[in-house]
């Protein structure tokens, strides 16, 4: 075991931690759309149920993982199993992809919080102006690449700083920071015209809309949503102190993030209702639909600059949880300074995000089976890296990993409650493989 490492400061800190990690743009404008046009209320009940049986054990796993080997993801594998360490390296691969087109948005969400608190956005006259200044932008080559770099170079700085000085203590300022905005938010939405409107279509159950592919949406969604399957979570967890209590933290950070999504359905879809406006998924929601929305309110760069800020939060709080996971793997495996380190993680990700912003516009044509680089990113890591990485890592620790060590790990010195372990081993070892197994196939569209 290696002792010489930082840990976090008790329980708060590790919750803080790792639901910065959790909740990000995935939470915010995903989990809306999704669950209003699947059956509302009925969908966020199959989604907790997902998040019972396959997000929380997952996530208990990767912290017991973390925390036993006390290693980054790729050492902590090999640790327990050398013919294993292919699962750390899918996660590192993971974490460098994903950050290819995340940090992408991250840019945009900067670029529109300068717009908003500069008045640009709120000068904007209707919908078609709002759609035009967003795809001018984004496929323009330079201005989308600098807010890019500087929200790249912001993580870096937070990063460079520690495991103590930057990841904990930005979460800890942050993710309050958020929570409050996001209330602030949602009250000033539920306080306008048609706001019950709204809620309807977001939280009515309607039973009719759950089918099999449903579950199947509302599993991926648990999946990224959770940042579980490609040891970020292995990462975090190698920072928690013995005493932290590894089942109460995953039940706290699942309902911090499952808290974000709901408040975030609550901030969007009653402004959308009380604008007339139907609801879209994805960037055009956020960039396009709901800045107009804020320019038929009172204050509206005002409102805008508090969303696309905790937006930037979000975001910021997930992207470092990524670039943790490669740099201490380069730290660890390589033997670099943590600083050599960072900044390799760094160049990476200048790169790939570069190339990914660029395929918005000047790089447009390089595409392979009709998707830009940017949409490659986002199809390769979502729908198989971190499925296949979820997969293998319940069969890694229901079946691979000692018995012993996941209870050790679950009990965390404490007084046994067997029904617990045995639950949390058949879960690992049957339930989540089949229904992993499940979500795999479906996004290969082979059922
Ligand atoms: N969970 C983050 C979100 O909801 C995305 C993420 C996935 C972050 C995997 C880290 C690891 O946006």
Redesign the pocket.
Known sequence: MNEKRSFFDGRLSAVLVAAG???????IWRFPYVAGSNGGGAFVLVYLGCLLLLGMPVMMAEFAIGRHTRQNAVGAYRSLDKRWSWLGYNGVVS?LL?MGF?FVVAGWVGAWLVRSASGELAALSDSAACAKSFASFTSSPWAPLAYTLGFILLNHAVIVLGVKKGIERSARFLMPLLLVMLVVLAIRSLLMEGAAEGIEFFLKPDFSKITPRTVLVAMGQVF????VG?G?MVTYASYFNRETDLKRTALHVSLIDTGVAILAGIVIFPAVFSAGIAPEAGPSLVFITLPDIFNSMGHPALWSSIFFLLLAV?ALT?TI??HETATLYLHEEWHLSRSTAAWITTMCSVLLASLASLSMGTLKGWQIGGLNFFDQLDFLTANIL?PLGGLATCIFAGWVLDRKVLVEQMHSGKPRTAFLSCTLVVLLRWICPVLLVMIFLDNLHLI
């Open positions: 990690s959790s909740v990000g743009l995935g939470n974490a994903i995340y990224f949503s959770l940042s490609l970020t979000a997930s949880s990524l971190l």
